[in-house]
């Protein structure tokens, strides 16, 4: 049976057999065109992805700002370039993974590169003829800008709504749950470094890294669902405390536990974060096994969503990962307080061998709000955590038909949506579970049962488990027009 979306262009499919393939496609590069005749929940679409597009060039404008701070007044290049790197590279690694699956072209890599290499030739241009500095600072800036989300936005502002099959997803999940997280931490660490009271260029990049990452983390957890602007403020409430006690400790965590030597003759280089870095390597150990424990992914996949758990938690929309969501979030909650303990340890060692240098002084006279926000994000985090896990507790047996037909529902939406890297990992996480206890072969030419079973096929190599996946859906045949 055929799982072909008819009515687009054949771009690409899931390596599975003639045939059975869902296929990716972009829409053609469109200007915007706003109406006001447009029906009232479109118009709340558009002005939704106006304001994500306008929090992206925010952020992103806030890491410029950052970036030629660093760079040009403090003179720490390294540690300015690794801001830059976060910046770059998650959306470049992201194209690379779109390209793998032909929901990318190299029009959109030369969009993700044209601003940051003109920025770079600008400076250079700029340098040479020995303009004013603030002129340098300018072109340079450039660097930390990517034209990637203006041109999902004009795919995709006319429908309004993101342009799935190029990879929008993907795109938001490398912007805000790896791109803006980082940047966050390094700029709190360059804050930290500078052992001086924040300046407004600074609290601005933090608290736009903030806002952006707790979005994404909502939009990853509801992939697949049509939600309110209402809703998503909410859920990007709920998801603050968490994110901002991550940004804050860690760039905590690197101050306090930085090796002595960091002085100014030797430019405070910022390769010295061994504690900080052995942490987070840790944490993505933790997340990997996890992950691996549930599913056997694609590698590439299986790399950016282990990155993403560093911040964020297992999304919702994966029943099967949304299960460990509070186990997780309870055990990274733990593992900080772990940390935390040692570096009181260390610091105390620091202050005993050079009592001039006392970091933990320092940042409680600079940055006692900062703090104060950090412990009292972690006290309601880890309030949630645990209200979490008493739920989690006490509606142990949830797994019910109710939520087959859910799964279902949104892999029918990713379907619909041309995403296959998507769909491979719904398949590949929820198709067991799905095929268990859940026969239904869905409306519009999509045949589940084979799909999955296909999709298991590939990533196990065995035919007895595809098998069951088949023979799991083939028991009767119903659609969901008919649950109505």
């Keep these: 049976s055929s799982a072909t979306i008819s009515g687009v262009v054949p771009a690409m499919s899931l390596n599975m057999e003639p045939g059975l393939e869902v296929e990716a496609w972009c829409p053609t590069w469109e200007w915007p065109s706003l109406s006001l005749r447009a029906s009232p929940?479109?118009?709340?679409?558009?002005?939704?992805?106006?304001?994500?597009?306008?929090?992206?060039?925010?952020?992103?404008?806030?890491?410029?700002?950052?970036?030629?701070?660093?760079?040009?007044?403090?003179?720490?290049?390294?540690?300015?370039?690794?801001?830059?790197?976060?910046?770059?590279?998650?959306?470049?690694?992201?194209?690379?993974?779109?390209?793998?699956?032909?929901?990318?072209?190299?029009t959109d890599f030369g969009l993700l590169i044209a601003v940051p290499v003109s920025g770079v030739v600008a400076y250079l241009v700029l340098s040479f003829y020995q303009l004013p500095t603030w002129v340098q600072q300018a072109g340079l800036g450039l660097l930390c800008f990517s034209a990637a989300p203006f041109a999902n936005f004009c795919r995709g502002i006319n429908d309004g709504r993101p342009p799935t099959s190029c990879g929008a997803t993907w795109w938001e999940i490398a912007e805000g749950m790896v791109e803006a997280p980082f940047s966050g931490v390094l700029t709190m660490y360059g804050a930290f470094l500078s052992r001086e009271a924040p300046s407004r260029a600074f609290v601005i990049s933090v608290v736009c890294s903030c806002i952006t990452t707790s979005t994404a983390a909502h939009k990853f957890n509801t992939v697949g669902e049509r939600i309110k602007l209402s809703e998503l403020a909410i859920g990007a409430l709920k998801q603050a405390p968490d994110i901002t006690f991550r940004i804050l400790f860690l760039a905590a965590m690197a101050f306090l536990t930085r090796p002595f030597g960091d002085d100014a003759d030797e430019g405070l280089p910022s390769n010295r974060c061994y504690v900080a870095l052995a942490f987070v390597t840790s944490e993505l150990a933790i997340n990997?096994?996890?992950?691996?424990?549930?599913?056997?992914?694609?590698?590439?996949?299986?790399?950016?969503?282990?990155?993403?758990?560093?911040?964020?938690?297992?999304?919702?929309?994966?029943?099967?990962?949304?299960?460990?969501?509070?186990?997780?979030?309870?055990?990274?909650?733990?593992?900080?307080?772990?940390?935390?303990?040692?570096?009181g340890l260390l610091q105390t060692s620091f202050r005993d061998v050079n009592c001039a240098d006392d970091r933990l002084e320092t940042l409680l006279a600079n940055y006692l709000p900062m703090l104060s926000i950090m412990l009292i994000a972690y006290v309601l985090a880890f309030a949630c955590a645990v209200r979490e896990l008493w739920q989690l507790d006490s509606n142990v047996c949830e797994d019910s038909l109710e939520t087959k037909w859910k799964i279902a529902g949104r892999f029918e939406a990713v379907l619909k949506a041309n995403d296959p890297i998507l769909a491979g990992v719904m398949a590949t996480v929820d198709g067991v579970d799905l095929a268990s206890e859940l026969p239904v072969t869905l409306v519009r030419g999509f045949h589940v049962s084979d799909l999955m079973g296909r999709a298991l096929l590939r990533q196990h190599g065995t035919e007895d488990q595809a098998q069951a996946v088949a023979d799991g859906f083939s028991l009767c045949d119903v659609s969901f027009e008919n649950l109505e």
């Design 288 to 343: 990997s096994s996890l992950l691996h424990m549930q599913a056997n992914m694609q590698p590439a996949v299986h790399c950016l969503l282990s990155c993403v758990m560093l911040f964020g938690h297992p999304p919702k929309f994966l029943v099967s990962l949304g299960r460990v969501r509070s186990y997780h979030r309870m055990l990274r909650l733990c593992n900080a307080v772990c940390a935390a303990v040692v570096v």
């Design 41 to 106: 929940e479109k118009l709340k679409d558009q002005a939704m992805m106006c304001f994500f597009l306008f929090l992206s060039f925010k952020d992103m404008f806030a890491d410029s700002v950052v970036f030629c701070d660093l760079y040009f007044n403090k003179e720490w290049p390294v540690l300015a370039g690794c801001l830059a790197a976060s910046v770059i590279l998650p959306q470049i690694l992201t194209w690379a993974l779109l390209k793998s699956a032909s929901m990318s072209g190299w």
